[in-house]
């Protein structure tokens, strides 16, 4: 009996033991540099102990499962290494209210705050959030931040005196929090020294939403050659303004999948005479939360890395594009209630658009259609529906697909002229016409016959059958 409670006392133990591995709050406190007088060590890695006091020893890579404080700290240099739960920095406030990140640093935490104190105070008693984050010296070795939350009023990339890249990627912590980031201010730097440059990049990847209120290209006087890129990766960047300022700055915003949402109506447009180029990937959202997304004539719209490039708009608002769409040669799609407007021509090369009811397209240009164009109208009754308005031309118009909702109601008609409004007459038989539904079309009239909903279970029901015969069979 004496063995058994022994026993039990030394499991217990153990699994406490464990516990108390797996999660500690770890509070570091950067020691006095000796080689700059009035400062303290940068952080550069936690198996470098005789840069900081711990309140108790902490190993060389701590997990999700811990918390870390960090006092005194300025920059995280080079190669810093930081997977924690929560993360909290306190800034020494050395070089200014903020803290400055360098190449390869990688922070990964559900909870990141960052605060800074004044330089002279005597305690962090009085520490607030910081006033901006420098993104440094990255080259080849970006900072990548895989973080649950974080704010920061600005995140500067790049600088305005060094030759090289400065890159930040943002990802999710994990599958199940994802990750979100507030900045308020967004601005890229680049290098103002004739014969050097400094590139920018944003990733935003998959599962990330990062909200940016007031995004900033540079201003003037940056060196020929500097190059810009955005790039939506999977994730979401909402933006509130958008200006892009030196005519010498390449800039790129590769919407290779994941969304552009507009937190305000928002333009995005290259300062005249400035480079700026939006490539798209198959499936690129764009979604308005109910305001205007301008792409102006000064953009070049592009496909992103080889693919069709496409995209989707919703949430209920519009985006108007005066650039040429040409270069679309994927889906488009619009809906939810939202507008798609073109002026700067017909998405002539796309693949298909799709116009869902309660939504619509319109353009102040030509519709140029042939006879591999396919446009799919949504139908939810006789009184909502896709809508298409513009002048057609072309020999032939391509097929015109009706996709009729299984909640639409029994029989009902639709006059053509008002799916499609046009100031002048349009030949119908130009079109194919097919839908999902029994319909028909006779004098510029479209009828259509929905089955019930009853009929509708049934008939899935039935193909559900025959698809299970065949299988036997085989």
């Known amino acids: 009996m004496n063995s058994m409670k022994t026993g039990f006392i030394a499991v217990a133990a153990f699994l406490l033991a464990a516990v108390q591995v797996v999660a500690a709050d770890y509070v570091i406190t950067a020691l006095p540099n000796p080689d700059k007088e009035g400062y303290n060590y940068d952080f550069i890695g936690f198996d470098h102990t005789e840069t900081y006091t711990s309140n108790i020893p902490i190993p060389p890579n701590p997990t999700t499962d811990d918390n870390v404080t960090m006092y005194g700290f300025y920059d995280l240099k080079s190669g810093a290494s930081i997977s924690v739960d929560v993360l909290n920095f306190y800034s020494s406030g050395a070089h200014g209210n903020g803290t400055s990140w360098y190449s390869g640093v990688k922070i990964t935490a559900r909870e990141f705050n960052i605060y800074c104190k004044s330089k002279d105070a005597e305690d962090y008693s009085n520490a607030s959030p910081v006033d901006f984050v420098n993104v440094f010296h990255t080259y080849d070795n970006p900072v990548e931040v895989a973080v649950g939350s974080m704010s920061i009023k600005a995140l500067n990339v790049g600088e305005n005196y060094v030759n090289g890249n400065a890159e930040i990627v943002f990802s999710k912590f994990d599958d199940e929090i994802g990750g979100a980031v507030n900045i308020s201010t967004l601005r890229f730097r680049h290098s103002k020294t004739e ?219 639709i006059n053509l002229s008002d799916i499609i409004q046009s100031e002048s007459d349009i030949d119908w038989s130009k079109f194919e016409f097919d839908s999902n539904v029994q319909f028909g079309v006779e004098n510029g009239i479209v009828s259509f016959n929905v089955p019930e909903p009853a009929e509708w279970a049934a008939l899935m029901g039935f193909l559900s059958l025959a698809t299970a015969f065949v299988r036997r069979r085989k």
């Not at 009184?383 to 308005?389: H, L, N, P, R, V």
Request: with cysteine; proline share 0%; hydrophobic share 40%.
């Open 195 to 413: 014969g050097q440059v400094c590139n920018t990049t944003l990733t935003i990847n998959d599962k990330v939403s990062l909200n940016v209120e007031n995004f900033y290209a540079d201003n003037s006087g940056v060196a020929d050659g500097n190059t810009s890129l955005i790039h939506i990766n999977g994730g979401t960047l909402s933006l509130g303004s958008f200006t892009h300022r030196n005519v010498k700055d390449i800039f790129t915003i590769r919407h290779s999948s994941g969304t552009l949402a507009a937190a305000a109506n928002l333009t995005i447009d290259a300062v005249a005479g400035g480079s700026l180029t939006y490539a798209m990937g198959e499936n690129s959202i764009f979604d308005t939360n109910s305001n205007t997304i301008s792409i102006g004539s000064g953009v070049t719209v592009a496909a992103a890395d080889g693919a069709a490039g496409g995209f989707t708009v919703k949430g209920g608002g519009a985006l108007s594009i005066a650039a040429d769409v040409s270069g679309i040669t994927g889906k488009v799609s619009v809906e939810d209630g939202s507008s798609l407007n073109l002026s700067g021509g017909w998405i002539s090369n796309a693949q298909s658009l799709a116009v869902g009811a309660g939504s619509s397209v319109s353009s102040s240009t030509d519709i140029l259609l042939n006879a591999d164009s396919l446009m799919v109208i949504g139908i939810a009754g006789g009184d909502s529906y896709g809508k298409i308005s513009g002048e057609l031309v072309g020999d032939s118009f391509g097929k015109l697909y009706f996709q009729v909702d299984s909640s639409a109601d029994g029989v009902f008609s």
